[in-house]
C-alpha cells in the first residue's frame, strides 16, 4: 500500500496560510487597532508592516561572517599544499599564494560591496524619515487653525450723571 500525504499537507500549508494572512489584515495590521494590542502584537504588526528594517542587521552580521572567514581561510591558506605522486611523476602545489591574495583583498572586496547595500539601505530608511516629515508638516498645515478670540477694549470710566 502506497500512501502520499504530501497533496494534503500541502492544501492545509496553503489554506492556513491564506486565512492567517486575512486574519493578520484584519486585527493586526489597521492602524487604529494597534494602540490597543499587546507589545508581542505590536512588535508583529511593525514586522508585517515594514516599519522595522531587519536588513541592515543580517548585512551587518553576514558582513562581519565573511570577512572573518577570508580571514581566516587565507591565514589558514598560507600553510596550504597539496602534493601528488603519481606514476608519470608528481606535483607539488603551495596555496599560500591564493590565502596572501584572499586574505589581503577579500575583506577590501566584501566591504565594498557590503558599503553599496548599506548605502541603498540608508537611502532608503531617509526617504522614509523624509516622507513621515513632509506627512506631518502636512497634517500640520491642513489642520483647522482657530481663531483667536476676540480681545475687549478696556472701557474707560464714564462719569456718573444724575
Known amino acids: 500500500m502506497n500512501i502520499n500525504t504530501l497533496p494534503i499537507i500541502t492544501a492545509l500549508a496553503i489554506l492556513s496560510a491564506i486565512t ?4 493578520v489584515h484584519i ?6 487597532k494597534r494602540e490597543k494590542l499587546p507589545k508581542i502584537g505590536q512588535i508583529v504588526a511593525d514586522i508585517f508592516d515594514f516599519k522595522t528594517l531587519f536588513i541592515e542587521k543580517i548585512l551587518r552580521g553576514l558582513y562581519i ?21 603519481g606514476y608519470y611523476g608528481g606535483y607539488f602545489q ?13 575583506p577590501i ?7 553599496g547595500c548599506m548605502m541603498f539601505i540608508l537611502l532608503v530608511k531617509n ?6 516629515k513632509l506627512k506631518d ?3 500640520e498645515a491642513a489642520a483647522p487653525v482657530e481663531a483667536p478670540a476676540p480681545v475687549e477694549a478696556p472701557v474707560a470710566a464714564q462719569p456718573y450723571n444724575e
Do not use: M
Not at 65 to 85: A, E, K, N, Q, R
Not at 109 to 115: K, P
Open 109 to 115: 572586496v566584501l566591504r565594498l560591496a557590503f558599503e
Open 65 to 85: 561572517l565573511l570577512t572573518v572567514l577570508c580571514v581566516c581561510y587565507g591565514v589558514l591558506s598560507i600553510f596550504g599544499f597539496s602534493v601528488y605522486d
Open 127 to 132: 526617504t522614509i524619515q523624509i516622507n513621515n
Open 27 to 32: 486585527f493586526l495590521l489597521p492602524e487604529r
Open 94 to 106: 603551495w596555496y599560500g599564494g591564493y590565502g596572501l591574495l584572499l586574505l589581503i583583498v577579500g
Open 20 to 23: 492567517l494572512t486575512v486574519l
Open 137 to 139: 508638516q502636512h497634517k
